[in-house]
C-alpha cells in the first residue's frame, strides 16, 4: 500500500520515524525538523485503573490519620468520629475529568456502636460545584417509586477488609444506603456521616480505614497506541485542545447499560451492551442523533471506531415513526419530539458513508432516508414558499438541539433541510438506481434555497432572520441557521462573507461566539455559547477563506474551557461571563462539543472525504496564522498522511507531501496562485515552468489545484524542488 514510501525515503534522505498506526518519515528539505511528538498531548490515562493524584487540602477537616493514604502507594487512611465532633472530610482530585466505577478498598470498620459506619461520597466535575451532594445525581432524574438518594452515595462500611466497588443500588431493604453507580467527575468528597432515613443500618460514629481508591474507567481507553488519526501543528494550544476534545469524547464512548444511562426511560433493550457515543459523561447518558453531527467526526478520526455511532443511527432508525419522523434519542422510549433531528440523522447517515464507507448500512437504511424527506418534511412544508415551517402538521410544540421556543419558517431548520436533502441526493447517486431521488431532492433542495434566500434574509444586518414572532420576522438572528447556511451552500460567498460579518460583530464573547445576537427570544441567550453549534461557525469561516477569524473563534473557546475547572474536557455549553450555563447540572465532558477536532483535520490539515470511504477525497489546508500541521486521517483502506509548510510563504513556497491508499483519488489544492511558481509533483513539473504535463493544474478562489490518482505516496510541491533534485 505504501510502495513509493520507501523509495522517496531515501531520495529525501531524511529519519524514518515510527508510528502506532503505521511507518511514515517527513521530509526535512527544508532545512529543518518539525517535531513528532503527538502522543504527548495524549490524555487518556495510561490503563483503565486511575488513581487519585492530590488531596484538595483546604477542604480536609475533622479527625483523621493519614489524607495522603488516600493516594496510590501512600499507606492507610483512618476517618473517626464520635458524638459531637466535626465530620472528618476528604477531598481527592482525579487530576482530570474521568469517569467510571469507584471502588474503595476498605481496611475494616471499628468502635461503632450501635450500626455500621457510614461513609458519604460527593463528586463533583468542579471544584465550584462541589457540596456534599454530587452535581449530578441520578436521582435528579430518577422517576417516583424508585430509588432515591439526598445526591451523595452512601457505604455501610464493613468491618473486616473488603473492597467496596460503587454499583447502582442499595445495600438494604431496596431503599436503603443507596448509590449511584456509575459518575463522571474530577472531585470526590469523602465524608463519615450516615443519613438518618439509613437508620439502622448505619451511623455516623466509629473508625473506618482506607487502604486506597481507584476508578474503573469504562470510556473508550484512547492511550496513544488506539489513534488511527492524529494532527500536530506549529500551533501548541490548538494541538492540546484537538486531544483534549478527543479525550471528552472517548470519556462518553462507553457500552450502553441499563443502570448508567438516563432514568428517564433511556433505557432500551436494543441498545443495551452496544457501544454508543453517550450525550455527557456524567449526565444525559443517552446517545443523541443531532451530537453525533460532531462528535461521530471526532470517533471516525481519532480512533476509526465507527460501531458508536453506527450503533446509534441505527437504532434510531429502527425506531422511525409511520408518518417518517426518527427519534433524537431512546429517552422517553424514542418519543422525545424534536424537529431537526431527523435531518440530523440523515446528515450522520452521510457522514457515516463518507468517512466510513460502510454501503452495507446505507444501504439497509435508504428507505428510511426516502421516508423521512419525501413524508415527514412535506408535512411541515408550507406549500406557498417551500419553507418548513413551524407550527404546521405537528410540529408546534417539537424543540431542538437547544429546546428553542421559535416558530414560523425558522432559518436554521430550512438550510439544515437543504443540507440533508443534498446529502441524501449524493448518497442516491453514490449507490445508484435511486436516479429519481436524487433529482428530486435536488431540485427540492434548490426551491427551498432560493426560498430562504429571498424570504429569510434581513438585510437591514446582512444575516438570516431566526423565525417569526406572529406575522413578521422575530428581531433576532441565530447562529445555528446562519453558520448552516454557508455549509449547505445556501449562502453564497456574498451571502457568507456578510453573515459572518455580522455574526462577528454582534455575537463575539470573549468565550466564543454567542448563538444568538440578543435576548429577543429568551433572557441571556445572547450571553450563551454552544460549541457544538458554533463548530458550524468556525468550518463556515474557513471554507469562506476566513481562517484567521475562525483560529480566533477557537482559541476564544476552546482556550476558555482549557483555562477553566475541571479543564481538559469540554462543556455542554457556557453562559454568561463564561459560567457553566445550567450550573452544577451542566456537563463538563460533551461528545457534541468536539468540533475542533473535525475543524482542525478537515481545514487546517486539510482532508476531506469527498466520494463514500474517501474513495476520493481532497487536501485542501487553509493554514490562517498556522505555520505547518501533520497528521494522518484513517480511511477504511488504510492512512492518508499529511506534512505541509507554509513558513517560507513570503517567497512564494508552500510546501506539502502527502500519501493514500491505492486506488483512491485525490485533489490537492495549495494555497498559491502565482502562475509563475513552479509545482513538483513527485518532483516532476508540472505547472509554471516549461515542461507542461497532461495533468490539469486549476486556479481558483486563491489555490492551486491538481488531481492526484491512488498510487502511493504523493508529494506535491510548489515553489521549491525537493531535495534540489528535479528528477528522481
Ligand atoms: C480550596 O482551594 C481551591 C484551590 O486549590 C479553591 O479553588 C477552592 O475554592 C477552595 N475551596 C474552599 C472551600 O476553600
Ligand atoms: C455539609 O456537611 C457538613 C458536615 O456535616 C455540614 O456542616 C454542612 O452544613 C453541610 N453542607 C451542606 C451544604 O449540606
Ligand atoms: C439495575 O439495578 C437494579 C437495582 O436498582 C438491579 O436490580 C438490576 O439487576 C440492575 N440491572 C443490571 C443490568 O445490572
Ligand atoms: C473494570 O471493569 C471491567 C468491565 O467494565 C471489568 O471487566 C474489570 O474486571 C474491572 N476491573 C476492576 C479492577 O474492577
Ligand atoms: C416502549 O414503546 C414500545 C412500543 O410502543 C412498547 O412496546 C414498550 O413497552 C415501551 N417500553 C416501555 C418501557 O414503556
Ligand atoms: C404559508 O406562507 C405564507 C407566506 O408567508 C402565509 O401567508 C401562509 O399563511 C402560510 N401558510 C400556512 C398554512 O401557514
Ligand atoms: C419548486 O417550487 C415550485 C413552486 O414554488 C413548485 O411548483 C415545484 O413543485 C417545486 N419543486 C420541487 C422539486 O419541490
Ligand atoms: C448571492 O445571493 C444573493 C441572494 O440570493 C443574490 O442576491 C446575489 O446576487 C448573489 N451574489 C452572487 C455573486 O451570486
Ligand atoms: C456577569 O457579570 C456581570 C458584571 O460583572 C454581573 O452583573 C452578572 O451578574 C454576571 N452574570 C453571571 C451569570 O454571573
Ligand atoms: C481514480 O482515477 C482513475 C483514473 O482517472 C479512474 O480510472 C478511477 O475510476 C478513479 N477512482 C475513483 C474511486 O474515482
Ligand atoms: C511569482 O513568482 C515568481 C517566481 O517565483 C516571482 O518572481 C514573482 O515575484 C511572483 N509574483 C508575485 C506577484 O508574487
Ligand atoms: C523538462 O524536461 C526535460 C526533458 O525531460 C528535462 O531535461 C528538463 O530538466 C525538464 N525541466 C524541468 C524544469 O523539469
Excluded at 452515595?153 to 447502582?168: F, L, N
Excluded at 468565550?511 to 450563551?528: H, I, K
Excluded at 476558555?560 to 455549553?573: H, L, R
Excluded at 483502506?637 to 513556497?653: A, L, R, T
Aim: hydrophobic share 35%; proline share 6%.
Amino acid at each position: 500500500m505504501w510502495r513509493s514510501t520507501l523509495f522517496l525515503v531515501s531520495f529525501w534522505g531524511h529519519i524514518a520515524r515510527c508510528y502506532p498506526a503505521a511507518e511514515t518519515s517527513y521530509p526535512s528539505t527544508l532545512g529543518f525538523e518539525r517535531p513528532d511528538d503527538w502522543e504527548k498531548y495524549v490524555q487518556s490515562p495510561a490503563t483503565n485503573i486511575v488513581s487519585p493524584v492530590a488531596i484538595v487540602s483546604n477542604y480536609t477537616q475533622g479527625n483523621i490519620q493519614n489524607v495522603e493514604g488516600l493516594l496510590a502507594g501512600q499507606g492507610v487512611t483512618t476517618l473517626t468520629r464520635n458524638d459531637g465532633d466535626i465530620v472528618p472530610t476528604i477531598v481527592v482530585d482525579f487530576g482530570q475529568n474521568i469517569a467510571g466505577f469507584l471502588s474503595i478498598q476498605f481496611g475494616g470498620a471499628y468502635n461503632s456502636t450501635p450500626g455500621i459506619p457510614s461513609i458519604r461520597l460527593a463528586f463533583s466535575e468542579t471544584l465550584e460545584y462541589l457540596t456534599n451532594v454530587s452535581d449530578f445525581s441520578r436521582s435528579d432524574n430518577q422517576p417516583d417509586g424508585q430509588m432515591t438518594t439526598p445526591g451523595s452515595d452512601q457505604i455501610a462500611v464493613k468491618s473486616d477488609p473488603y473492597t467496596w466497588t460503587d454499583t447502582h443500588g442499595c445495600e438494604f431493604e431496596g431503599t436503603k444506603v443507596c448509590a449511584d453507580g456509575f459518575h463522571g467527575y474530577r472531585y470526590v468528597k469523602i465524608y463519615m456521616d450516615a443519613l438518618p432515613a439509613d437508620a439502622p443500618y448505619t451511623t455516623s460514629y466509629g473508625s473506618v480505614s482506607i487502604s486506597s481508591m481507584s476508578l474503573n474507567f469504562t470510556g473508550f481507553l484512547g492511550t496513544p497506541d488506539t489513534f488511527t488519526g492524529w494532527f500536530q501543528s506549529s500551533d501548541e494550544q490548538l494541538n492540546q485542545w484537538w486531544y483534549d476534545s478527543v479525550y471528552t469524547n472517548d470519556m462518553c464512548t462507553d457500552t450502553f447499560r441499563e443502570n448508567d444511562t438516563d432514568p428517564r426511560g433511556a433505557y432500551s433493550p436494543t441498545l443495551e451492551g452496544k457501544l454508543v457515543i453517550h450525550d455527557g459523561a456524567k449526565r444525559d447518558r443517552d446517545p443523541y442523533v443531532g451530537d453525533l453531527a460532531v462528535s461521530a467526526l471526532t470517533s471516525y478520526l481519532s480512533h476509526d471506531v465507527p460501531v458508536a455511532a453506527r450503533d446509534v443511527l441505527a437504532d434510531l432508525a429502527d425506531h422511525q415513526r409511520s408518518d417518517g419522523w426518527i427519534p433524537p434519542a431512546s429517552i422517553r422510549n424514542y418519543t422525545l419530539e424534536l424537529l431537526d433531528y431527523p435531518l440530523w440523522w440523515v446528515v450522520c447517515s452521510y457522514d457515516l458513508y463518507m468517512y466510513t464507507g460502510d454501503t452495507e448500512y446505507i444501504t439497509d437504511y435508504y428507505p428510511v432516508i426516502v421516508k423521512v424527506l419525501d413524508k415527514f418534511y412535506p408535512s411541515i412544508t408550507n406549500s406557498t414558499t417551500q419553507l418548513l415551517q413551524k407550527g404546521l402538521g405537528v410540529s408546534g410544540a417539537y424543540g431542538d438541539y437547544a429546546f428553542l421556543p421559535r416558530t414560523g419558517p425558522v432559518t436554521y431548520y430550512n438550510v439544515l433541510y437543504v443540507l440533508a436533502l443534498n446529502h441524501a441526493a449524493s448518497i442516491a447517486t453514490f449507490l445508484g438506481g435511486h436516479d429519481d431521488d436524487a433529482s428530486r431532492w435536488t431540485a427540492r433542495a434548490a426551491n427551498v434555497s432560493d426560498a430562504v434566500n429571498s424570504n429569510l434574509f434581513d438585510t437591514s444586518v446582512g444575516a438570516f432572520w431566526d423565525g417569526t414572532c406572529g406575522s413578521s420576522p422575530c428581531a433576532t438572528h441565530a447562529q445555528d441557521g446562519n453558520s448552516i447556511s454557508i455549509r449547505s451552500g445556501v449562502a453564497n460567498q456574498t451571502t457568507a462573507n456578510s453573515v459572518l460579518s455580522y455574526l462577528s460583530k454582534a455575537m463575539a464573547r470573549p468565550y466564543g461566539n454567542s448563538f444568538y445576537d440578543n435576548d429577543v427570544l429568551q433572557e441571556s441567550f445572547s450571553q450563551r455559547v454552544y460549541a457544538f453549534i458554533s463548530y458550524f461557525e468556525i468550518d463556515a469561516r474557513f471554507k469562506t477563506g476566513l481562517a484567521d477569524s475562525a483560529l480566533d473563534q477557537i482559541r476564544r473557546m476552546y482556550g476558555w474551557m482549557a483555562a477553566n475547572d475541571p479543564g481538559v474536557t469540554v462543556w455542554e455549553g457556557i453562559g454568561p461571563n463564561g459560567t457553566k450555563y445550567e450550573g452544577a447540572f451542566t456537563s463538563l465532558a460533551h461528545g457534541w462539543s468536539t468540533g475542533i477536532v473535525p475543524a482542525l483535520t478537515n481545514n487546517i490539515l486539510g482532508v476531506t472525504p469527498t466520494g463514500p470511504g474517501f474513495s476520493t477525497y481532497i487536501i485542501k489546508p487553509i493554514p490562517g496564522d498556522v505555520q505547518w500541521a501533520k497528521g494522518v486521517v484513517p480511511t477504511p483502506k488504510g492512512p492518508i498522511k499529511v506534512y505541509w509548510d507554509n513558513s517560507f510563504k513570503n517567497q512564494g513556497v508552500f510546501f506539502l507531501t502527502a500519501s493514500a491508499p491505492d486506488g483512491y483519488n485525490s485533489t490537492i489544492s495549495v494555497p498559491v496562485t502565482n502562475s509563475s511558481v513552479p509545482i513538483y509533483l513527485n518532483s516532476r513539473l508540472v505547472s509554471g515552468g516549461e515542461n507542461g504535463t497532461d495533468i490539469k493544474v486549476m486556479s481558483e478562489g486563491g489555490y492551486t489545484s491538481l488531481p492526484v490518482s491512488g498510487v502511493g505516496e504523493n508529494t506535491i510541491t510548489v515553489g521549491y524542488q525537493v531535495g534540489g533534485k528535479r528528477d528522481l
